[in-house]
Structures are given as structure tokens and as C-alpha cells.
T-cell receptor, first 113, second 114 residues
Framework: ETGVTQSPTHLIKTRGQQVTLRCSSQSGHNTVSWYQQALGQGPQFIFQYYREEENGRGNFPPRFSGLQFPNYSSELNVNALELDDSALYLC????????????FGSGTRLTVV | GENVEQHPSTLSVQEGDSAVIKCTYS??????FPWYKQELGKGPQLIIDIRSNVGEKKDQRIAVTLNKTAKHFSLHITETQPEDSAVYFC?????????????FGTGTRLQVTL
């Protein structure tokens, strides 16, 4: 059984650029959620995808968008990067939409300069 | 609001002692309370969780207690070991419509010293 894998592990971008982060869900998991974790803070919910549809969204602007593919993998896209977007971006997969039994990946560390 | 207050922010114990971390949540609709351990450079790892119809759950050296009336839940680690050193996050979840999210606490850095 493979876990959740995220790529890339680290990324440096310039303010104003766009970035795409990728996530492969754990085998058999059909729901993917994305979280942003600022340094020294707990993860903050960005959005969730189920059956290729956005299925819930946290307090993040529209420049944060995502996709889920038929194999349940997912992408997080961030446009017009700001310095405050620097954070660890975590992907979590689960068997259901209820938040139960999340398996997190190791995250992508994004630095915006 | 959707806040989770977590205390203490840092905790240092000697190996073999117990550690207790407490969280207070605000939304009475919450029905799921997991605890996560996050080591440096890794994502959070689920260590134990409890549903709202249960007051206490234990798994070897780890236990979680839930007081729904007071909106408190706590993590108890007994016989601590150096490998327990990490940041611990409480969280709560509750189905809101078709999707559910977890709201996380601010974290507790646990240091187990020899």
C-alpha cells in the first residue's frame, strides 16, 4: 500500500508567478484535501476534491484553485503568488469526505521571494 | 467561530514521565477529534482519534479523552520515550454539508529528555 506522495518537495518562486503542486493519493482513497501550513502554525484547510469536483473550500482567494483526476490524484494551482503564500502545502487523502482517517503527504515547501 | 485552543505550546518532560496536551473547541457540531504527530520535515501523522459518542479511547501508551459538555479534549501519553519528541496537533472535524474539513490547533512541541 503506497502512501500519499507530493511533488516537488521544495520550490522557490518569484512574487507574481504561478505554481502547480501535485499529489498522488493513497491507493483506494477517493478524496483529496489540501492544507496550507505556515511556519509554526497548524494546517489551514484550502479545499477538498471528491469525484473530480471541488467539494468544500476554506477561506482562501480564487487564485488558489485545484483539480482532481480520474485516478484521484490532484493538483493545487496558485496564481499571482504573494510573499505570504510561502508555506508548507500538505495534501491529505481519505476514503470519505468526512475528514476521517486522513493520510497526509510530506508536503511541498514553497518559498516566494 | 472555528477555533481550537491548544495548550501548552511547548512541553518538556523526562523520559518515562507522562505528557498531557489539552484542546478546547468552539463548534458544538463537531463530531470527530483526531490527534496528529508531526516530525521535522514530514507531514502530520494520525496517532489516535475519537468520535463524539465516546468519552475515552486508549491505544497502548496513548489515550484521548473527550468532554463534549465543556468542549474539551485531551491527549495523554504515558511512559514517554525520546522518539515521542515532535509537534502534536489536535483537530476537530464535523460534516458541513457534503464536505468536511479539519480545523487544527496551534500545536504543542513536546520534548522528551533523557
Amino acid at each position: 500500500e503506497t502512501g500519499v506522495t507530493q511533488s516537488p518537495t521544495h520550490l522557490i518562486k518569484t512574487r507574481g508567478q504561478q505554481v502547480t503542486l501535485r499529489c498522488s493519493s493513497q491507493s483506494g482513497h477517493n478524496t483529496v484535501s489540501w492544507y496550507q501550513q505556515a511556519l509554526g502554525q497548524g494546517p489551514q484547510f484550502i479545499f477538498q476534491y471528491y469525484r473530480e469536483e471541488e467539494n468544500g473550500r476554506g477561506n482562501f482567494p480564487p487564485r488558489f484553485s485545484g483539480l482532481q483526476f480520474p485516478n484521484y490524484s490532484s493538483e493545487l494551482n496558485v496564481n499571482a503568488l504573494e510573499l505570504d503564500d510561502s508555506a508548507l502545502y500538505l495534501c491529505a487523502s481519505s476514503l470519505s469526505q468526512g475528514g476521517y482517517g486522513y493520510t497526509f503527504g510530506s508536503g511541498t515547501r514553497l518559498t516566494v521571494v | 467561530g472555528e477555533n481550537v485552543e491548544q495548550h501548552p505550546s511547548t512541553l518538556s518532560v523526562q523520559e518515562g514521565d507522562s505528557a498531557v496536551i489539552k484542546c478546547t473547541y468552539s463548534d458544538s457540531a463537531s463530531n470527530y477529534f483526531p490527534w496528529y504527530k508531526q516530525e521535522l520535515g514530514k507531514g502530520p501523522q494520525l496517532i489516535i482519534d475519537i468520535r463524539s459518542n465516546v468519552g475515552e479511547k486508549k491505544d497502548q501508551r496513548i489515550a484521548v479523552t473527550l468532554n463534549k459538555t465543556a468542549k474539551h479534549f485531551s491527549l495523554h501519553i504515558t511512559e514517554t520515550q525520546p522518539e515521542d519528541s515532535a509537534v502534536y496537533f489536535c483537530a476537530w472535524g464535523g460534516n458541513t454539508g457534503t464536505a468536511s474539513k479539519l480545523t487544527f490547533g496551534t500545536g504543542t512541541r513536546l520534548q522528551v529528555t533523557l
